[in-house]
Nanobody, 127 residues
């Protein structure tokens, strides 16, 4: 299973680091993505790391502010979030696939591409 943690309350302009840790099914070296869902809105894919070349992709809404990286020693991926805005407030989820990688690339931000999901961690950006 996946466990996502690290959320909390932060002021606008602040930073948080979310972690996604795998347990029970081996190394978290497949494609991993982060999604978020705000109240009344659809789940939005925001970041993805590729298992084949470790390349990362970001939604336009977080490009330049968020950084996704893999921590193989901890069997985890981390999402560093900087310059947070009130519109970043949401429940954040990590997800991975049993197929090792998501194909085609256009599907990396589609929730249906992923089989395993973390439980979600709340991020609230407010003054």
């Amino acid at each position: 299973q996946l466990q996502a943690y690290g959320g909390g309350l932060v002021q606008p302009g602040g930073s948080l680091t979310l972690s996604c840790v795998a347990s029970g099914f081996g190394t978290l070296y497949y494609d991993v993505a982060w999604f978020r869902q705000a109240p009344g809105k659809e789940r939005e894919g925001i970041s993805h790391i590729n298992s084949r070349d470790e390349s990362t992709r970001y939604a336009q809404s977080v490009e330049g502010r968020f950084t996704l990286s893999r921590d193989n020693e901890r069997n985890a991926v981390q999402l560093q979030m900087n310059h947070l805005k009130p519109e970043d407030t949401a429940v954040y989820y990590c997800a991975t696939t049993s197929s090792m990688f998501v194909s085609p690339i256009e599907r990396i931000f589609s929730p249906t591409s992923y089989d395993y999901w973390g439980q979600g961690t709340q991020v609230t950006v407010s003054s």
